[in-house]
């Protein structure tokens, strides 16, 4: 089994990084807005660790066609960096030249998973692969949806092929703040397409109601390493976790913990999936 467990890249961390190599097993890079460069200088990280890329800004769940010069700049960094994997969000941001700001979930429906589908045929046509695909967190249940959200992520890596990166903390996020038991809520996704997992924190807000904020900006609560166990036991392919800080950065050793846990939740769940295995054979 080759688990590994490792760390967003980010500026601030970047010397602490360097520092703790031998801590780390793998290194995720943002692939937007690199100047040639810093990619040069992100390309030689590759020599170090090995390194995998996330994008943020394609908007792959979207009726709207993606722009070919978006995709044709993605492609030139990919190229750059080589990257052993490289991640897009199932997201809206965008209507023609009008950007939201933000990832936004689109209505979960057939009009948008043909959508999705045509956006990663085209992304793989011009950067040569495919993404794998990331579950999003959402604070309103988009409206006109017709399928949950497990069905509309099956429905998408199904038709799409694709790999998945699975976001635990914003499945956590959508499960309690539209009333699902988290674990029940994981099991239904297409859990055999995971190859990359998110690990992060967020803040409980008030907007409505109360709701839970995926803001990349707290600590990993227990709760995400609990399902990183679940996920260990009931998933036989090897995982690639990755924690998430986006700001409030804390000592370098508390990131250090937090990864350090999320691999005693890893073994706890593998030596439990094996117990389990030999005793259906013993029986």
Known sequence: MNDRVGLGWRGPLAASIYVHLDCIDVVEVLLDDYSQRELKSLRSLGREVPVIGHGVTLGLASVSPIATARAERLAKVVNTLEPEIWSEHLAFVRSGSHE???????????????????????????????????????????????MSEPQWVAAIMEAAGARMLLDLHNLYANAVNFGHDPFEYLRAF??????????????????????????????????????????????????????????????????LRQMHKAREALAAGRAKGAREVHELAAV
Not at 198 to 207: A, L, N, P, T, Y
């Open 100 to 146: 939201i700001g933000h990832l936004a979930a689109p209505p979960r429906n057939r009009a948008t998973v043909a959508g999705a589908v045509a956006n990663m045929e085209r992304v793989r046509k011009i950067v040569g692969t495919a993404p794998a695909l990331e579950n999003i967190a959402t604070l309103i249940d988009p409206p006109n949806s017709v």
């Open 190 to 255: 297409p859990l055999e397409r995971a190859q990359i997992v998110h690990i992060s924190g967020g803040v409980w807000v008030e907007w409505e109601s109360r709701r839970l904020l995926d803001d990349h900006l707290h600590d990993v609560p227990d709760i995400v390493y609990s399902m990183l166990a679940w996920l260990a036991e009931h998933c036989p392919q090897p995982l690639t976790v990755i924690l998430e800080r986006d700001g409030q950065y804390p000592q370098f050793s508390l990131l």
